[in-house]
C-alpha cells in the first residue's frame, strides 16, 4: 500500500469515527432531555427543583462565590461550550470557509436575516410589558441539534451543505453571545469589566510572546476573564468566546521543518540499540520525547485544544445543560400555554421566521451576485437547512433564563422552544430527506 492510499484511509478513519461522535453525542443530549421531562412530571419531581437549587460554595481565601447548581451549570459550564464555539468560530476565520469572503458571505447573510427577523415576530406579540424582554429568545440555533439532525438524515446531500450549516450557526451564536452580552446584562459593574479586559489583555500579550500551554490560557481565562465577568454583570460565558480569540491558531515549526526532524528522528530510532525485554532503551525513550515533542510544535494550540474540548462539551456539558434546563414540570392548558404570546412569538419566530429570514437573504445574495449556492446544493436544500436554523433549543434556553424572572413567562416561554424547535426539526428533515436521493445543481 502507497503512503498516499495509506494517508487517504486514515484520514477517511478520523472522518468516520469525528461522525460517530457527534451522533453520540446527539443522542446523550436527547437522552438528557427525555430523562429532565420524565423526571419533572415524576413523583420525584420536587426532588428535582430541590436538587438544581442546591448551594454550591467555592472559597477563594477571603472570597466566597456560592451560587445554585443551575447557575453553576447556566454560567460556568456554558462558558465552556461558548469557548469551543470561539475556537470553532476563529479557525474558520483563520483558515476555513470564514477566511473567504466569497464564501463566508452567503452563510453569514443567513444567519444575520435568521437573527432578525425571528426577533421582530416575537416583538410583534410582545411589544411592550415584561414579555417583550424575550426578543432574543428565537434568534438562537442549536448548533449541536441542528448538525446531530443534519448527519442523521444527510445521506447523499452535498457536502457544502454541512459547511454552509455549521458557519450559519457559529455565526448566530456568535449573534447570541453579542445580545446576551449588550441586552441581558445587570447590576453592571465598570471596575470589574476593566478587570475582565485587562486579564484579556494579559491572554493576547502571551499569544504573541509564543506562550503555547494551555495551562496559562485556562488560569488566566477562568480565574481572570470568567471571574471578572461573573462580577461585572456582564454573563460569564462571554469570557469563553473571548479566551478562544487569545488562544494561539499557528504552529511552531512548519510543516517542510517538521518533516526534515521527524526523519531524523526516524532514523535515529532506528539506529538506537533496543532494551532486551518489554522495555525501550533510555535512546529510544528520549528520541520518542523528542518525536512528541515536535508533533506538538507542528500543531496549532487551538486545534488541540477544539479536539480535547470535543468530548466533554458533547457528554458533559450539553447534556448538563440540557438536564438542568428540559425539566418542564407541564401543567395547565398547554393548548393555551401554546397560544399565549410569547409562545407564539417564540414559535412563529423560530419556525417561520427563521426560515424566511435565512432563505431570503440567501435568495437576495444570489439574485444580486454577491454569493453563490456551494457545489451541489440546491434551493431545496437550504429549504431543509433554514428549517433545521430554527431548532433554538439550547441557546434560546439559556437567553429564556436570563431575559425572565416571572416563572410563568418562563414556564410559557420553555414550552414554546421546545414544541418549535421539535416542529422546525421534523420539517427540515423531511424536506432534507426527500432531496438527499439525488442531489441537483442549481440551473
Sequence with gaps: MSNSESNTGFKNFLDYMAKGLSNSGI??????????????????????????????????????????????INNGLMAIFFLQIGLELKREIIGGKLSSPKNAVLPIGAAIGGMVLPALIYLMF??????????????????????????LVGKGLPAGLRVFLVTLAVVDDLGGVLVIALFYTSDFSGMNLLHAFLFFGLLIIGNYAGIRKTWFYAIIGIGGV??????????????????AMAIPGRVKIKEDTFLVR???????FLKAK?????????????????????????????????????????????????????????????????????????????????????????????????????????????YGVAFLGGIGFTISLFINELAFTNEDFIYTAKVGILFSSLVAGIIGSIILLKNSKKPQKLK
Design 27 to 72: 443522542v446523550v443530549l436527547f437522552i438528557a432531555v427525555v430523562v429532565a421531562m420524565v423526571w419533572a412530571n415524576s413523583p420525584w419531581q420536587e426532588f428535582y427543583r430541590n436538587l438544581m437549587q442546591t448551594e454550591i460554595t467555592f472559597t477563594f481565601g477571603s472570597y466566597e462565590l456560592s451560587e445554585p447548581l443551575l447557575l453553576w
Design 126 to 151: 410582545n411589544g411592550s410589558g415584561a414579555a417583550s424582554q424575550g426578543w432574543g429568545i428565537p434568534m438562537a440555533t442549536d448548533i449541536a441539534f441542528s448538525l446531530g439532525v443534519l448527519a
Design 262 to 268: 521527524l526523519n531524523s528522528l526516524h532514523t535515529k
Design 226 to 243: 470568567w471571574l471578572a465577568f461573573f462580577f461585572s454583570g456582564v454573563h460569564p460565558t462571554i469570557a469563553g468566546i473571548l479566551t
Design 274 to 382: 533496543p532494551k532486551k525485554g518489554t522495555l525501550i532503551s533510555k535512546e529510544q525513550l528520549e528520541i520518542l520525547e523528542d518525536i512528541k515533542t515536535a508533533s506538538s510544535e507542528a500543531q496549532t494550540p487551538l486545534q488541540e485544544l477544539e479536539k480535547a474540548l470535543g468530548p466533554f462539551v458533547s457528554f458533559v456539558v450539553l447534556p448538563l445543560f440540557a438536564l438542568a434546563n428540559a425539566g418542564i414540570h407541564l401543567h395547565g392548558d398547554l393548548i393555551k400555554v401554546l397560544l399565549n404570546p410569547i409562545s407564539l412569538g417564540i414559535g412563529i419566530g423560530l419556525v417561520f421566521g427563521k426560515f424566511v429570514g435565512i432563505v431570503a437573504i440567501s435568495r437576495l445574495l444570489v439574485a444580486f451576485k454577491l454569493a453563490k449556492l456551494p457545489d451541489r446544493v440546491n434551493w431545496n436544500h437550504i
